[in-house]
């Protein structure tokens, strides 16, 4: 790398008539730019454009590296606007022409020197400069050493310099360095986290295009939205199972979040755009009962789809249960719900209500997110694809606190049973409807205005069980197919890697044959060697054919299981129909005191406290005898302060009464500082009371 300076007699008109090209029109000289090879009008419009908003980011003139600056009509434009550049350029008389048009204009903190890419990079340090301009430079050097090589080099490069702009030549160009281009000219940037197509431009050597991409690690450029990201990553969610294959990017800085969605891959490429329309649609124009974030940005070009929104504050659902952070489930279902009817009024319906796309915020309030897969479409997007049974899922895991694995159905939770009262009997009573009365708003109305009474659900959840014990005797099965097909599909790849190792062996062996610069000794041993890798090739195609086979039982099983799992569908809709045929009978009906009775005989305790809690109930509904009553059962704290936990815990009252002869009730709060034992044991029950003396009487033990 040496400096040059041009020869003081040299006019600026000789220095640009001893050009062996004139590519770039001349910086101050249109007279001299008639005939230049490219115009870059266009490209200086976004270069200045993308300056100007990285400034105002930093608070200060830019620090600019110019690799490949030819005749230095981007450096000086750039010096002009108060920037400072270095500008780099292999061709010693392109450097000339530069510094003499930087003395002319008077512009003092532009530089230019003569070097190779490779040199300047190697010797660059971290932090000197805020953005690099390559523009139409690296595919010379893809073509010398390779596409790994000059990765590494702009992997180098994103290390060192907070943003870049790059003019990618691509394969498609007829010419001799073509077809060393990478099939997609994203491939060269791939070391940046975030990569946009911000034009495509026309050059003079064919009829094809070029990217010009913005690229950085730092920073996303979206529309109008320059901003600086914290923190970036490929799933949405720990279990997501790589499901988008990587054709999704989500962005975070404090308070705002960029989404992705890539158009580049084809088995991915309708979907995405899809869910982006669904989520663009819904944030413009998002029901005020939602609380939805602002949409910002919603851009689409070429190669993705962009969503800049706001940050929902909270933390998505399913982070919290794997970390034990504590929550309240029947806060965090009835918001849940509460946001379904909103989207139920307006004809929308969101198909993954999962526990990951759910962010629970300080209150326990939830909030739903993914907002691509809201649609008019009323169909969940896996197993069962009923909404109703799909949300009894995510509501039984929500109270679990627990997501089982991710399989190709979700796990059949649908055991009613296992929810508060409230919710058992809103969801049998819902789930009783004919299947097309199913409706959120009729379970949201249950749920609110439940009486407090235990509902009749034994039959219904007789069907029920049957399915879920039907679906968790089939999740062995499949995951033990998963693993086999795992299994499969590793040997797969393995022997593929095997075969194309062996294949270019094969090649370069017989390219080596074909010299003529080997000894004769040296080419029969080749020629040994290509029959052994012959013959190696042969018997990884018969691995790779018994592989194939493997493969191919594999998705038979797979469709063997998935038609059991619909006989166990079409068997829990037979038993529904009986069910609710026998409860419609007279005979139902009739038997139903010796029902009762025969319960109060097995289960004595839970009958009575059923008919204790509808007392209890239907004494709040009478103030004044529920004060009278109050005031008979204070005579006898102790059975006053059990009546009291037990009305708070079943939410007959909403919480403790804030009095001082009500502290230390269960369900309360109460604070015992500056209390010794004596007077703390006083304002604890006497369950809690034996508890703490239970405790007491291990921890003396274990002193011993």
């Excluded at 002009?80 to 510094?99: E, I, K, M, P």
């Excluded at 431009?201 to 070029?210: I, K």
């Excluded at 602002?294 to 998505?316: F, H, K, Q, S, Y």
């Amino acid at each position: 790398m040496t400096d040059v300076n041009p020869s003081a007699a040299g006019s600026i008109e000789l220095l640009v008539a001893a050009l062996p090209e004139k590519y770039q029109p001349i910086f101050g000289h249109p007279e001299l730019s008639e005939g230049s090879s490219r115009g870059c009008e266009d490209r200086l419009e976004l270069i200045l454009a993308t300056a100007q908003r990285l400034q105002k980011a930093l608070g200060r003139p830019l620090r600019v590296l110019d690799l490949g600056c030819a005749q230095g009509f981007f450096s000086l434009n750039l010096a002009a606007a108060g920037h400072s550049v270095r500008g780099v350029d292999f061709l010693d008389r392109n450097v000339f022409v530069c510094q003499a048009l930087a003395v002319e204009a008077g512009l003092t903190r532009v530089t230019f020197e003569c070097g190779r890419i490779e040199d300047i990079i190697e010797t660059l340090n971290d932090g000197v400069y805020d953005l690099v301009l390559g523009l139409s430079v690296f595919h010379h050097l893809v073509h010398q050493h390779g596409l790994s090589a000059v990765v590494a080099i702009i992997s180098n490069i994103a290390s060192k310099i907070d943003c870049g702009i790059y003019e990618v030549a691509v394969r498609e160009e007829p010419l001799y360095w073509g077809p060393s281009q990478p099939e997609h000219p994203a491939e060269l940037l791939s070391p940046y986290a975030f990569l946009r197509v911000m034009s495509w431009q026309p050059t003079h050597l064919s009829g094809v295009e070029r990217p010009l991409y913005f690229a950085s690690e730092k920073y996303w450029f979206v529309g109008n939205d320059f901003r600086a990201f914290d923190s970036w990553r490929f799933q949405s969610h720990p279990m997501d199972m790589s499901s988008h294959r990587k054709s999704r990017r989500y962005f975070f800085s404090k308070d705002v979040m960029l989404k992705q969605y890539s158009l580049a891959n084809s088995t991915r490429r309708d979907f995405n755009r899809d869910e982006y329309q669904n989520e663009a649609g819904f944030l413009a124009n998002a029901p005020q009962a939602m609380e939805a974030p602002a949409l910002l940005e919603a851009v689409v070009d070429c190669e993705n789809c962009w969503i800049v929104r706001e940050v929902t504050p909270g933390r998505i659902l399913l982070e919290m249960m794997k970390e034990h952070v504590p929550y309240a489930p029947e806060r965090v279902v009835d918001g849940l719900i509460r946001q379904l009817v909103v989207l139920e009024e307006q004809n929308l319906f969101h198909n993954d209500v999962r526990c990951w796309n759910l962010l629970v915020d300080v209150d326990s309030q939830a909030h739903l997110i993914d907002f691509g897969a809201i649609s008019p479409e009323r169909a969940d997007c896996v197993w069962p694809h009923d909404l109703l049974l799909s949300l009894l899922i995510t509501v039984r895991e929500i109270f679990m606190g627990h997501v089982g694995p991710v399989l190709p159905v979700r796990r059949g939770l649908l055991d009613v049973c296992m929810l508060p009262m409230r919710y058992q009997a809103a969801f049998a009573h819902a789930l009783s409807l004919p299947q097309g009365a199913w409706t959120f708003k009729e379970l949201a109305a249950r749920i609110n205005s439940w009486p407090g009474e235990s509902t009749e659900v034994t039959g219904y959840i007789a069907a029920l069980v049957a399915v879920e014990r039907g679906m968790l005797s089939l999740e062995g099965t499949l995951a033990a197919e998963q693993h086999e097909g795992r299994l499969a599909r590793q040997a797969l790849d393995q022997s593929r890697q095997d075969l194309d190792q062996s294949r270019q062996e094969l090649d370069r062996s017989r390219e080596d044959a074909h010299r003529g610069s080997l000894l004769a000794e040296a080419r029969e041993h080749d020629l040994a060697s290509v029959a052994a890798l012959q013959r190696m090739v042969e018997g990884l195609k018969a691995q790779l054919a018994v592989q194939e086979a493997e493969t191919r039982r594999f998705h038979g099983d797979n469709a063997s299981v998935l038609g059991a799992l619909h006989h166990w569908q079409g068997r829990a809709n037979e038993l529904e129909s009986l069910l609710e045929r026998v409860r419609q009978s007279r005979s139902w009906r009739l038997t139903r005191p010796l029902r009762g009775f025969r319960q109060l005989l097995q289960q004595p305790i839970a009958v009575l406290r059923r008919v204790l809690l509808a007392v209890m109930r239907r004494i709040k509904r009478h103030p004044d005898l529920a004060h009278q009553l109050s005031a008979v059962t204070r005579m006898v704290p102790p059975l006053h302060a059990k009546l009291v936990s037990v009305a708070v815990n079943n939410q007959i009252i909403a919480e403790v009464p804030a009095s001082k002869e009500h502290e230390g009730i269960v369900g309360g709060v109460a604070d015992f500082a500056g209390l010794n034992e004596s007077q703390g044991l006083d304002r604890l029950s006497i369950r809690a009371r034996g508890f703490y003396r239970g405790i007491a009487a291990g921890s003396s033990k274990e002193h011993r």
